[in-house]
């Protein structure tokens, strides 16, 4: 059975810093690539940053500088660390692992979300 818990979430400062792990199980992990999505209150699920199963990260605009995503095959984990937190990254953070089988099919797993809050 597949996995994903993330962890790490909570209420912060703007200015503030939090690092979200992604802890996975029931995959090999080093075949995923790993991406990190947020979704605030009536907002659509958005994407945040990823990192390649070769460890290429991207980050969209409004992350880039602040947040630092990176991975750990060895202890099926990947990591979000944020800072510099503004009132408008507060969201619903979730992991997801994907990978393309040689088929063609996308494959996705997605954890269940952990909340940040960042307020003042």
């Known amino acids: 059975q597949v996995q994903l818990v993330e962890s790490g979430g909570g209420l912060v400062q703007p200015g503030g810093s939090l690092r979200l792990s992604c802890f996975t199980s029931g995959i090999i992990l080093n075949i995923y690539r790993m991406a990190w999505y947020r979704q605030a209150p009536g907002a659509q699920r958005e994407l945040v940053a990823s990192i390649t199963s070769g460890g290429m990260t991207d980050y969209v605009d409004f992350v880039k500088g602040r947040f630092t995503l990176s991975r750990d095959n060895a202890k099926n984990t990947a990591y979000l660390q944020m800072n510099s937190l503004e009132p408008e990254d507060t969201a619903v953070y979730y992991c997801?692992?994907?990978?393309?089988?040689?088929?063609?099919?996308?494959?996705?797993?997605w954890g269940q979300g952990t909340q940040v809050t960042v307020s003042s």
């Open positions: 997801n692992a994907r990978r393309t089988t040689q088929g063609g099919w996308t494959v996705d797993y």
